[in-house]
C-alpha cells in the first residue's frame, strides 16, 4: 500500500498493511531526514480549505479569505514589548471591527490578543459580516494539490469550526463570551444561528468537492465545552455534519485535542468518524488510551505524538509507539505530529520514527 493508501484506510476504520505517520503539513520541512521518514510511511495530511472561510478569518492566507459584500478588510502591523502585532480591521455599512493578532515564532500559530467581538453592540456588525460572506469555490485549487501530493498523503477539506467553537476561539473573549451566555444568551444564539445557517452552505460545496476526508479543527475541550454547552450547542452540529458526510461517502473528521472525559458518552454517541489529534493526559487531556479505546469503539483515533517525547531517548519513544500500538490491538490508527511538535527536534524524532517497524512489534520486538 502507499502512505495515502494506508492513511485513507485508517481513516475509513480498515486496517492497513501498516500503521501510518501523519504529520500536517505546516511542520512539513523538505530535506533527507524527511524523505527518509516519508520512505519509511510518514504521510502529509494538508488540510486546506475546499470553499473559502467564513469571514472574517482565522489565518490569513489566499485560499480562507472569503469577500464580504460592500465591505473592506486591512492589516496592518504595530510592535508591543518587541512582539508584532497583527491588527485587523473589517469595514462595513453597519461599523467596524478589530482584531489583534500575534503568531507564535515556533509553530506559526496565531494567539488572539484582542478579539473582533468586545461588546454586545458588536454582534450586530459581526452578523452582516457573516450573512454576507461570498464562498469560493477552490474545486480547482484541490484538485491540483491531490495531483501534486500524490501517494504521499491526504488532502483534507477543511472547514470552519463550529458556531460555538467559532466564537469561544476566534471571536470573543472567552470569558465575556461566557458570561454572555449564561446571563444574555439571545445575540449570541441568533449570531451562532445564522453562522450555522452559513456553514451548512459552506458544507454542500464542499461535499462536492474532490476531497476523501472533511476536517474540522474543532479544538473542544471540556474546560470551556462542559457537557451540557456540548449537547445544546456542538452535538446537534456534529450529528447533521457527519450524517450529511455519510450520505456523501465522507469521512467526518474532527479535531479534539482537549480534555474529553466528560463529553465521552456525547462524543460516542455523534457521527464523527475520526477522533483527531487526541491527546492523553501527559498533553493535557484526561482520559487515557485504553480508555478512549473503551469509550468510543466503532470511532477511529488518531492520537497526538505528544511533544514531551521531543527530549526523550530512542527507547522511550520507541517504547511508548510500541505499547500505543499493543494496545490497539489490531484496531485502525494513525499517529500524528499535530500538536506543539518541537521543531527544533524535527531530524531527531523523524529519524527514529523512520527506523519504526512495526512487524517488528507483532512479532514480539522489544
Known amino acids: 500500500m502507499t502512505i495515502r493508501e494506508r492513511i485513507l484506510s485508517v481513516y475509513c476504520n480498515q486496517m492497513p498493511d501498516s500503521i501510518p505517520f501523519g504529520i500536517y503539513n505546516r511542520y512539513h520541512r523538505v530535506g533527507f531526514i524527511e524523505r527518509l521518514a516519508r520512505n519509511s510511511g510518514l504521510g502529509i495530511l494538508d488540510f486546506y ?3 473559502s472561510m467564513l469571514s472574517p478569518p482565522w489565518h490569513v492566507q489566499p485560499a480562507y479569505i472569503s469577500e464580504v459584500k460592500n465591505s473592506s478588510f486591512n492589516i496592518s502591523f504595530s510592535w508591543h514589548a518587541g512582539k ?7 469595514e462595513t455599512p453597519v ?3 478589530t482584531q489583534q493578532i500575534t503568531k507564535d515564532p515556533s509553530y506559526g500559530s496565531d494567539w488572539v490578543e484582542q478579539p473582533y467581538i468586545k461588546s454586545l453592540e458588536d454582534y450586530k456588525i459581526m452578523q452582516y459580516i457573516i450573512e454576507n460572506t461570498v464562498f469560493t469555490d477552490h474545486e480547482k485549487a484541490i484538485r491540483q494539490r491531490i495531483k501534486d501530493m500524490g501517494s ?3 488532502v483534507l477539506g477543511r472547514i470552519d469550526r463550529s458556531p460555538y467553537q467559532k466564537l469561544l476561539i ?10 454572555y451566555l449564561y446571563t444574555n444568551p439571545g445575540p449570541l444564539e441568533e449570531l451562532m444561528q445564522t453562522i450555522a445557517f452559513r456553514l451548512d452552505e459552506q458544507l454542500e460545496m464542499v461535499l462536492n468537492s474532490s476531497v476523501d476526508v472533511i476536517w474540522q479543527p474543532d479544538n473542544v475541550t471540556s474546560d470551556m465545552t462542559p457537557p451540557e454547552i456540548f449537547l445544546k450547542y456542538c452535538y446537534p452540529i456534529y450529528k447533521k455534519n457527519g450524517n450529511k458526510c455519510k450520505q456523501s461517502g465522507k469521512v467526518y473528521s474532527v479535531h479534539m485535542d482537549g480534555k474529553t472525559r466528560a463529553l465521552s458518552a456525547l462524543i460516542n454517541e455523534s457521527p464523527i468518524d475520526v477522533i483527531e489529534s487526541f491527546s492523553m493526559p501527559m498533553m493535557g487531556g484526561d482520559v487515557t488510551l485504553n480508555e478512549a479505546l473503551d469509550f468510543w469503539p466503532g470511532k477511529v ?11 526523550a531517548d530512542e527507547k522511550e519513544i520507541v ?8 494496545s490497539f490491538n489490531n484496531r485502525p490508527f494513525m499517529i500524528q505530529l499535530s500538536e506543539d511538535f518541537n521543531i527544533d527536534k524535527y531530524d531527531y524524532i523523524l529519524g527514529i520514527l523512520s527506523r519504526i517497524n512495526f512487524h517488528e512489534f507483532e512479532n514480539g520486538w522489544i
Do not use: H, Q, W
Not at 476566534?170 to 458570561?179: D, G, Q, T
Not at 483515533?301 to 527530549?311: D, G, H, R, Y
Not at 517504547?319 to 499493543?326: E, P, Q, S
Open 319 to 326: 517504547d511508548y509507539i510500541r505499547n500505543m500500538f499493543l
Open 170 to 179: 476566534e471571536l470573543v473573549n472567552p470569558e465575556k463570551f461566557l458570561i
Open 84 to 90: 508584532v502585532m497583527e491588527n485587523r480591521t473589517i
Open 301 to 311: 483515533i488518531c492520537p497526538n505524538f505528544p511533544a514531551s517525547l521531543c527530549k
Open 49 to 51: 480549505p475546499a470553499v
Open 95 to 97: 461599523g467596524k471591527l
Open 152 to 154: 504521499d498523503g491526504v
